[in-house]
């Protein structure tokens, strides 16, 4: 259970830290949890979520962890019992409240505890502890909310029962047959990649973000200057067995796993270390086994987005410049300021081999856009064109407007 206690610093495995707006929703396991206004989010190595406010006091811990859910037929005060198990390891307990289980019978069930501990591993450090579980649609949904002072409770109490009490609970969908185009998240040490999968109907699969967006993909060119981004796929019983000759993992097994398709793989970090005046002094490759998680997505045909998403940089060099960002209208214009040419590498088949260089204007432009087929087309006053890959998660597109996109395998966030 110490894995729970995230925000409080007993296990911190966060790898992508993105900014949330009051009024966004997010999909943990099977509960869509609308975010309180003020509360940013964090995405965890396990694939939970951590809500957090922005303005708590330096020194004090407030999170609210969704953790998401599992099938789940027996009996929910039992399983109480043994979740909260965890936290008495922690520690002495005082204002327990001895848990309790509301709605028995009902469509939607809830279990909950809350108690103070002093952490056995830190008696300085005392916690206040909220557990939640929900049951509905034949599975549970866990989450958890822990302080570090009382006074942290009691102010942030509030907005977070209410989050709890707004969530929207609906079974994840079983994964359809790996087919089109797919997308998927790998972790690779602290990072997530993102990764886009298009299996063809020939056996065929194309495992890159193609040039000109799958609308426009010249897999002819594509395979002439890339060829070790295809591979063959075929369909063994309840597994889809994939070879790519070029991997670190030749062959890779995806089977159905929570709604999408999962497959152990090896993925090429690359570190760097330092100097103490922070100058790179050596570069190298680690081969990090994890694991690659693969879902079909919508193409996102006439999809029109309203607002600026901003190019996501975790630390941006340039300080006397602005972040780029791309403006969408919902009446098809877009203008950027250059976030376009961070997006694009050039088209393939330059004489003699490489990429040809970017038609696309440094400092940016104006224009019309339109999406389909997971293809980004922008068409800039000057007359200048481009297609580009455009994808974002189911999750992200049950919302209507995603929050989050990559534009080839760039990520943009949506402003507020």
């Known amino acids: 259970m110490r894995d729970l206690l995230i925000g409080c610093g007993v296990l911190l495995g966060i790898i992508l830290v993105l900014p949330a707006r009051g009024g966004e929703t997010i999909a943990v ?35 609210f962890t ?34 309790k289980v509301d709605g028995e019978g009902n469509a939607l069930e809830v279990a909950s505890h809350s108690a103070v501990i002093e952490l056995k591993a830190n008696p300085a450090v005392t916690i206040r502890v909220w557990l939640l579980i929900a049951r509905t649609n034949g599975r549970i949904e866990r989450m958890v909310f822990s302080t570090s002072t009382p006074e942290a ?27 089109g185009v797919c997308f998927g998240l790998v972790k690779v040490e602290s990072l997530l990649e993102p990764e886009c999968w298009i ?42 067995i994939v070879t790519m000759k070029s ?43 994890t694991e690659l998680r693969l879902a079909p ?25 602005p972040i780029p960002t ?14 376009i040419r961070l997006c694009d590498s050039g088209a393939p088949g330059a004489p003699g081999g490489g990429q040809k260089p970017s038609v696309v204007p440094e400092t940016g432009g104006r224009g019309k856009y339109s999406i389909g087929k997971n293809t980004l087309d922008l068409t800039y006053a000057d007359g200048t064109t481009i297609g580009l890959t455009f994808l974002t998660t189911n999750a992200e597109l049950s919302k209507g407007a995603p929050a989050t996109l990559y534009v080839q395998e760039k990520l943009f966030n949506l402003l507020p």
């Open 153 to 179: 409770f009691g102010k942030y109490g509030p907005a977070v029962s209410a989050m709890f009490n707004g969530i929207k609970y609906a079974a994840p969908k079983p994964a359809g047959p790996l087919a």
């Open 297 to 321: 997505i919508q193409p996102c045909d006439g999809m029109k987005l309203a607002g600026t998403y901003q190019f996501y940089v975790p630390f941006w060099g340039e300080k006397n410049k």
């Open 326 to 339: 791309i403006r969408f209208a919902v009446d098809g214009d877009f203008v950027e300021d250059g976030a």
């Open 29 to 63: 396991g099977g509960a869509l949890v609308t975010i309180a206004d003020g509360w940013k989010k964090s995405v965890n190595t396990d694939d939970t979520v951590v809500l957090t406010p922005a303005d708590l006091p330096g020194g004090v811990a407030c999170t």
């Open 247 to 289: 991997d670190e993992t030749p062959t890779t097994h995806f089977a159905r796993s929570k709604g999408e398709w999962a497959a152990k793989v090896t993925r090429i970090y690359r570190d760097r270390t330092f100097n103490r005046n922070g100058f790179k002094t050596h570069e190298f490759f680690v081969k990090t086994p």
């Open 199 to 240: 299996f063809l109907p020939d056996g065929v699969v194309y495992k890159g973000f193609p040039y000109g967006g799958p609308a426009h993909m010249d897999l002819d060119l594509q395979r002439k200057e890339r060829p070790s981004e295809f591979g063959e796929y075929r369909i063994d019983g309840e597994e889809v």
């Open 66 to 99: 969704l953790l998401g859910g599992e099938p789940f037929d027996g009996s929910l005060k039992d399983r109480l019992a043994s979740e909260w198990k965890g936290f008495e390891d922690l520690g002495p307990l005082s204002n327990d409240d001895g848990g």
